[in-house]
Structure formats: structure tokens, C-alpha cells
């Protein structure tokens, strides 16, 4: 038979399988698809012309030579044609998938400063029992930081060596706790008090003391003041109001321990302890295997004290505490060093910090 | 201050018996926590942490005291056999009310040195022995029963002695070689050639005991503690004399503490008492103080039984008597801090301990209060910005000088924003502006690596006035570095103004805040918190209505002058357009490049209109050529 079919015909359908497999994509089987079966100077245009030329008695036999030949290629590149397509349909699908491994696009995130996002922990675990804040200047006077405070006029602590004073206002100085918002808020409050049902109230912010700066100390730092003044306010409801806001704040198993204590605004005074927190009261570093974390002072507020904002301790009594923010800060975190809250490294902001 | 189990045992035998965790604990319980405990050989020693309203308690008796009190144990007896006063030897004249009582001594010293036991008990306190008898013998009594007294050298005294105030300009060399000038509010110990001792504070040299010395005078008083605090203070001179007279030493105890002074050198040195006697006498105690069982009750959280209140404080040395529902109670001579009811409920509860205290929540007697409108509007600027990726800083309030001029306002003086007392230079005046700490706190970050700096903090600024310094809280954000480029889709990009001024916009500031380029790349802005719009009243706005036709949108872009003001360029092109259709113009796109004519850059201006009806093309159209016009009529070009 293909004596027939011209030599470079017969060789060109031998290696048609080779050259097929030989296409990598659609654009090089379109070139020999117009090879072998285009409508031009194909070698299937070729055979037919050769077709018409052909002997009478030889067009039966050629024809079917041909045919077969032609269908042959025709179904090799169908087949070729669909291979190379569904691999590029593959391919589309690859390039349109998203693999969530890539790092993503992220909305920045920032952080509060964590002595904020902590004093605005308090805050909210001590709005549900109606208190609300009370804020006050940094600058204050002697008056509302130490003499409305019981604090006698010559304690050591208004020494210069102690507490920050203005040059050109020897009577103003730098507060040295929250206290003051007390002496403020009291005095504010004083005259329609009855009318009002007492007060309750949290003064968070920022103190200064002449402290040298180092890993434990700083002349700047923060503070959360607490107070409440009702009618025959005592040292129980003091301890029902702690123990539900550091249950709040550390766990519902926490327990609270109350210890004498002396502050000059209040009478009596005590150390507030919580189990610690952290080991759960089993005993760790931060406890110092005691199981007990000092959390704060705190007491009944000293009569001299309502008496200076012009409330009757006879019909008035309250409670107060003060609590200091660093120091829960590096306890809950064990942050070693107290100059990090005061860095500002962002690497640590956003670390310890967050939004809320 | 440090006690030394073995001493305290001597004072109340049943300290022996517990263990150092239960001591401490019960130490603890009374308002004594123990700082620390150190291991001596064959002992230890506890650091108790004593509040400055307990002199009483400073000393191995008035901790025993104390402990005897609540474990319901006896204290052993103070063992001296009272030594017979006769004549005064040497006349001693207390000129002054500040020192009522002077108990004192002659004796002639012996041979003999302070015996080892007591060494070692001063060295277990870190009180160095000095194997002078009559020096540590005071220094033992101090730590022992917290009375202090002194030894006088009794040969280098000349005549008699006083207890006056100084005269100003006086000068006495302490024990410790300082020359001190004298005011008239120091109290002294004097003789006919001057000072010899700051009372109740430290001795002169002139008179202290040497090895030389052969007699000795011995002082045991009773000082006003207000006049040694601030002799102490005035003279920087704070010494274990001063703080227990200064705390309020135990005035019964100056004939006490002498006649153990006495009884010690003739024990340890065969000291011969030559005479004793005592000028002044101890003073009235104060009046009575009354403790109602209501108020009791109130402080408790019950009803304490008077039987039981009474029994506390007759524990603690108090003489009581009960009156219907009252107590009246006189408080020992050593409790200077017994002065108010509530003192003294503190101390019925101090013994009952504090575990007993019952946990209630307060009644609400009034409805709460709202949170201030200024304490709300700082937290949501501050969440807002911890969302956009800025982070919170908190700073010291007081900077440097120069770095404060940095940003001061020309009408804000230093000096009226200035410490006296500083912490140091860099730390001496309250800052005028945020910025200059949030430009160091970002440059250090900077050094530290950081792609991207996004800072804010909110703090008070002062502004100098006649009356001091004005607080105005601010805040203050500085945005610098490198933007994006940390994954496939965003670009990097330098920080800009622009992105401050995006910023300034999405806190709704009231025009645009000056944006200070601190450093290459880094900028920031500042601003009085009272500038931005307090959190409405209104949980949600009254309704405005909008079209519900389609919005259309329409982009021109503009060839324009490098020089070309925006904002004119805005108002000139939104004048030619109809306001009740403008939805929006705004530039979307700047676009500079040296494919365009020099001096010149295109602007992409859209412009989105919407009415109650459906617009048609021809008439918007109409509008975008209006608006075009007015662009040109400024110079600009429609780009082809």
C-alpha cells in the first residue's frame, strides 16, 4: 500500500505520533494540524490531489489509504487538542487558586498602652457597681494632696526631698497619689450629698514621687483610687466590694486577705492581699512561695477627712483604697524591669498592650 | 526594724514556741508584716516592717508587746530593781516644755567590757558594738525596749545642765564631727560652756564617752516628738534616736530605762553608782477617749460584744471602763496613737484579726453616676487609634529644657512650668507639647529597627499662667517610616503628610492640625482634646433622607500648573456645578512624571451627582463641561 503514497508522506505519518506527543501547547498543534490536514499545502491536501491523479482502478484502494490515514491524524489531534486544553485549564484553575499560606495583606493593629488597658480593666469591673471616674490635675496644691488628707503638716513625705514642687509656685507640687481627686470630689460633692445617696467613685491617673529611675522605681507612675461614702459604711463592705473586683480581676477562686495597716487618711487601715494569681496561691517566685500578693491599701476613710470637705463623720462614713498600677502591671505580667512601661519600644507596646 | 528571735523569747516566753512561718504570720495579722528573715548563727533574725504611727512598737519589748497581746500570753517582767534617786548631783534645769521628764545617773566606770552575748546581739541588728559598756548598753536598751538614751563623758561636762532651746547661731560637733548651726527651734542639751547634745536626736563630741573615760552621766528622757522630727530634718540627722522619740517614745519609761542603764554597767563593768535622780516628772496623759458600741459596730460589720471590746483593750494596757453602751478608755503611755473611736475600733478588730471582718457590698443609696463626657471621648480616640495601628506611649510629663523649647508656644514661658527640685536637668520642666517626647520615643525606635513608627499619647500639656501652670489634655500622634511592602499586594511606600493629614480626618479634627515633620520621614501632629467633637448625646442621628435614584460618576483629568493650588482649583469647579446634585468632588489621583510637559501635572477629578430622578446623560454631560470651564478658566487643560 504505501508503494502508493509518496516516500515523504509515508514518513511524515510515521513520526505524526512522535510530533504530536512533541506539542507542548495549542499554538504548536495548530501549526501541525495545518501540516497534515490544513486546508492548504497540507500533506491531506497533497494526498488528494494525488487522489484526482491517480490511476481509475487505483482510487478505490488510494482512497481508503487515505481516509484512513486522514482519519487517523484528524483523531490524534482531537485527542492531542483536548489533552493540551485540559491542561491548560488546569493550569488557569492553579493560577486562580489562592493558597491562604501566602502572607496576607493585615489591617494594621496597634495597641493601648497596658497601664491604660489595665486602669481601664478596673474601671469597667467597678461600673457595675455604680461607680464612675473622677479625674483631677496633676499640678495640685498642698492642701488637696496632704492637709485635706489628715496628713500632718510636717510629714516627711512633703519634704522637697520627696515630692516635686514648682519653682515659681512654691505652693503647687506635682500629686503624689490620686488622693487628691478625694479631698476634690469630697469637697464638690459635700453640699448636696444627702441628695445624691453618697458617692462611689474611681480616680485613676498618673503621680509623681522623687524617685530615681530604675528597675523598680519611677518618679512618674500611675494610680487607681477608690472610694465610697454612704451611710454606716464599714470595713465589711470594703471587703465585699474588694472581694468581688479582684475576683473579677483575677478568677472567681481568688480570696482576699485583709491586714492592719496605717495611712494617715484612713482608720483603719489595711494591707489588701490576693491568693496569688499566678501559681494559685501554691506558692511561686512572684508570691515569694507565700501564696499571698500585696494588691493594695486601703481603709475607712479617716473622719478628719470628711470633716475638712465639710461632711459629718457622725452621719457619713465611707471607704477608700488606693492601688498602684505598675506594680500590678509587672506582678500579672512579671515584667522585670518597671522602665519598659516607660520605653515605649513598639515591639513591647504591642506585646503587651491590645485593643480593648 | 530587725528582731532577734532569742531576745524576743526573753520577752514573752511563748514566741518560743512557734514556729518562724506562724510568727510571722501573727505578726503579719497584727499589722507587722515581716519583710525578711536572715539565719544567725545559732538564731534569726526577722525584718518587721513597722508603720510610722507604731513607735511604740519599735523594739523587741513593744513587739513582744504586741504579741503577748493577741496570743493572750504574759510578757515577762522588765528586770531591774528601781535604783534609789537621791540628791542631784549636777543641777539639771528643763527650761523647756518639750522635755518634761529627765531621769539621770553618775557612776564611776569599772573595769569590764560589754559581755559577748550582747555584741552579738547588737551585731545580729547591724548595730556595730563599739566595747565602750556605756554606749552599748544605750544602743541595747534602744533595740531592746526602744527607749534611747545617752552616756555623757561626766568629767567633760562643766556645771549644770540644761534642756533649752538653742540660740540661733549656736553650734554643737556631733558625735559624728559635723559642726551644727543651731536655730532657735532645736532643742539641746546644754551645760555652762555650751551645747553638749541635739535632745533626743544625737550627742556633742565635746562630752561623748571615750576609753578614757572614768564617769559617766546618764541621760533617759522624754522628748516632744514634733520638735525631733524636725530637728532631724532640719539637721538631715535621722538617727535611732530620733525616729523613736520622733514616733513617740514612752515617757514612764525615762526612770525605767535609766535604772536599766545603771543595773547594765554595774553588771558589766563593775560601774559604782555614785547618784541618781530625775528632774521634771512625766507628763498628764492625754484625755480619755470614748468608744461607742454603734460605732463599733459600724466599723466591724457587727455587733462586737462590750465585754469583748473591753477585754481587747485592756489587753493592750489600756484602763477601761464601760458606761452603758460606751467604753472609756485610757490608753497606756506608750500608745501616742490612740486618739479617736475609730483608733481604738481598729484595735478591738486588730486583735479579733481582720479574717473575721464579714464581706458585704454596699448598698446603692443613690442611682450612678454617667462616665464624663471628657473620659469617654479619650478612650474612643484612644481605641480608634490603637484600631488604625498607632500604639499608646506613656512619657514622662517633665522633659529637658531644650527640648521643650522645641514646640513651646512663644507666649508659654519655661519658668513658669518649672520644677524647683528636679530630678535632673533633663527632667525640669512640665512640657509645653507631647511632641518632643514622642520624637525621641520614635527615633529610639527607629534605632531599634522599626520598618514602621505609629505613636499617640494622650496627656496633660501646661501652658504657663499667673496662677501656675494650666493643665489641657492632648494628644499627640507622629506616623513615620516605611508604609506597606510587607506582603505581595501592598507597596511600599515612604509615610507622608498626607497620611497625617488622613489621620487628622478619620478623628473628625476641625480642619487641619500643623503637621510637624520632625525628623526625614518622620512627621506628627498635636492637639488640645477639647478641639474634637464630644460622643453625641444621640444614640443614633436624626434621619436624613437619600436619593434611592442611581448615583453617576464622571472623571476628568487635568493638566495643571506644579504651583496650582487644590483648594482653589476645588471651590472654582464645585461653584460651577449644581450643589443639589453634587454628591462628591474630589481629586482620586496625582500623577507626575517627565512624560509630561515641564512645570505641569494631571490631576484625576471625580465628580459623583445624584437627584431625586434619574439623570441623563446630556445634562450631565452639560454639568462636567461647566466644570471644566472653571478649571480653565484657572489654567488648567482637559489632558489628552
Known sequence: ?????????????????????????????????????????????????????????????????????????????????????????????????????????????????????????????????????????????????????????????????????????????????????????????????????????????????????????????????????????????????????LRALFGPDTEIRLRPSYFPFVEPGCEVDVSCPLCGAKGCRVCKGSGWV??????????????????????????AFGMGVERMAMMLSQTPDLRLFFENDQRFLKAMGGLD | MWIERKVLAQEIPAAAALDTRQLCEALAALGFPVDGVAALEGTEA??????????????????????????????????????????????????????????????????????????????????????????????????????????????????????????AGETLVTLDGVTRTLTGRDLLIADEAGPIALAGVMGGDRTKVTEATRRVLLESAW????????????????????????????????????????????????????????????????????????????????????EAAREALTRLGCVVTAAGDRLCVAPPTWRHDLAIAEDLAEEVLRLRGYEHIPSVLPPMEGPPEHLAPAYLLRQRVARRLAQLGFHQTVTYGFISP??????AAPDNPAAGRTLANPLGYEYSVLRASLLPSLKATAEQNLRQGSRQIKLFELAPTYRSTPAGPREQMTLAAVWGGVLGGEDYLSPARAVLEADLAGLSRDLDLPGLPAIHRLADGLFGFEVELDALPRPQDRIIPVFRPFSRFPSVERDLSLLVDLGQSYAALHQAMAAALPADSLLELRCVDVFRHKSLPEGQQAWLLRMRFQAERTLVGAEVDGWVAAALAAAESLGAKLRA
Not at chain 1, 297 to 319: C, F, K, M, Q, R
Not at chain 2, 245 to 271: E, K, N, S
Request: proline share 8%; net charge negative; aromatic share 6%.
Open chain 1, 1 to 245: 500500500m504505501d508503494q502508493l503514497l509518496p516516500p515523504e508522506i509515508v514518513e511524515a505519518g510515521r513520526t505524526f505520533p512522535a510530533a504530536l506527543a512533541a506539542c507542548g501547547d495549542l499554538d504548536a498543534l495548530l501549526r501541525l494540524k495545518a501540516a497534515f490536514v490544513g486546508r492548504e499545502s497540507s500533506h491531506a491536501t497533497r494526498l488528494m490531489e494525488l487522489l484526482k491523479t491517480a490511476p481509475k482502478e487505483q482510487k478505490r484502494e488510494l482512497g481508503a489509504a487515505i481516509n484512513g490515514l486522514k482519519q487517523q491524524w484528524e483523531e490524534g489531534l482531537k485527542a492531542r487538542q483536548a489533552e493540551l486544553e485540559a491542561a491548560k485549564r488546569k493550569l488557569g484553575a492553579l493560577a486562580a487558586t489562592w493558597d491562604p499560606a501566602l502572607p496576607p495583606p493585615q489591617p494594621p493593629r496597634g495597641a493601648l498602652h497596658p497601664l491604660n488597658r489595665l486602669m481601664d480593666r478596673l474601671v469597667d469591673v467597678f461600673r457595675p457597681m455604680g461607680f464612675h471616674v473622677e479625674e483631677g490635675p496633676e499640678v495640685e496644691t498642698e492642701a488637696h494632696n496632704f492637709d485635706g488628707l489628715n496628713i500632718p503638716e510636717d510629714h516627711p513625705a512633703k519634704a522637697s526631698s520627696d515630692t516635686f514642687y514648682l519653682a515659681a509656685h512654691p505652693e503647687l507640687l506635682l500629686r503624689t497619689h490620686t488622693s487628691p481627686v478625694q479631698v476634690r470630689t469630697l469637697l464638690r460633692v459635700a453640699p448636696d450629698l444627702a441628695a445624691r445617696g453618697g458617692i462611689r467613685f474611681l480616680a485613676p491617673g498618673r503621680v509623681y514621687r522623687k524617685d530615681e529611675i530604675d528597675p523598680t522605681h519611677s518618679p512618674m507612675f500611675h494610680q487607681v483610687e477608690g472610694m465610697l461614702v454612704g451611710h454606716g459604711i464599714g470595713m465589711q463592705h470594703l471587703k465585699g466590694t474588694l472581694e468581688y473586683a
Open chain 1, 294 to 319: 500585696e494588691i493594695l491599701g486601703a481603709g475607712l476613710i479617716h473622719p478628719n477627712v470628711l470633716t475638712y470637705a465639710g461632711i459629718d463623720p457622725h452621719e457619713w462614713s465611707g471607704w
Open chain 2, 46 to 167: 526577722l525584718d518587721v516592717d513597722i508603720t510610722a504611727n507604731r513607735g511604740d512598737a519599735m523594739s523587741h519589748r513593744g513587739i513582744a508587746r504586741e504579741l503577748a497581746a493577741k496570743l493572750q500570753q504574759p510578757l515577762a517582767p522588765i528586770a531591774t530593781g528601781a535604783v534609789a534617786e537621791g540628791e542631784a548631783l549636777v543641777p539639771v534645769w528643763l527650761e523647756a516644755e518639750a522635755c518634761p521628764i529627765y531621769a539621770t545617773a553618775v557612776l564611776e566606770l569599772g573595769e569590764g567590757v560589754t559581755p559577748e552575748a550582747v555584741q552579738s546581739f547588737l551585731r545580729a541588728l547591724e548595730a556595730s558594738p563599739k566595747r565602750l559598756p556605756a554606749v552599748d548598753a544605750s544602743n541595747e536598751l534602744l533595740l531592746r525596749y526602744g527607749h534611747p538614751t545617752h552616756a555623757f563623758d561626766a568629767d567633760a561636762i562643766h556645771g549644770a545642765v540644761a534642756v533649752r532651746w538653742a540660740k
Open chain 2, 223 to 306: 522628748f516632744e516628738p514634733k520638735g525631733v522630727r524636725a530637728t532631724a530634718r532640719r539637721h538631715s540627722l535621722h538617727t535611732d534616736a530620733s525616729h523613736r522619740f520622733g514616733r513617740g517614745a514612752d515617757p514612764a519609761m525615762a526612770r525605767v530605762a535609766r535604772d536599766l542603764l545603771v543595773a547594765r554597767l554595774q553588771a558589766w563593768c563593775q560601774a559604782k553608782l555614785i547618784g541618781a535622780w530625775t528632774a521634771g516628772s512625766v507628763p498628764a496623759p492625754a484625755a480619755p477617749v470614748n468608744l461607742d458600741l454603734a460605732l463599733l459596730a459600724r466599723v466591724a460589720g457587727e455587733a462586737v460584744p462590750l
Open chain 2, 402 to 407: 531644650e527640648a521643650d523649647a522645641l514646640f
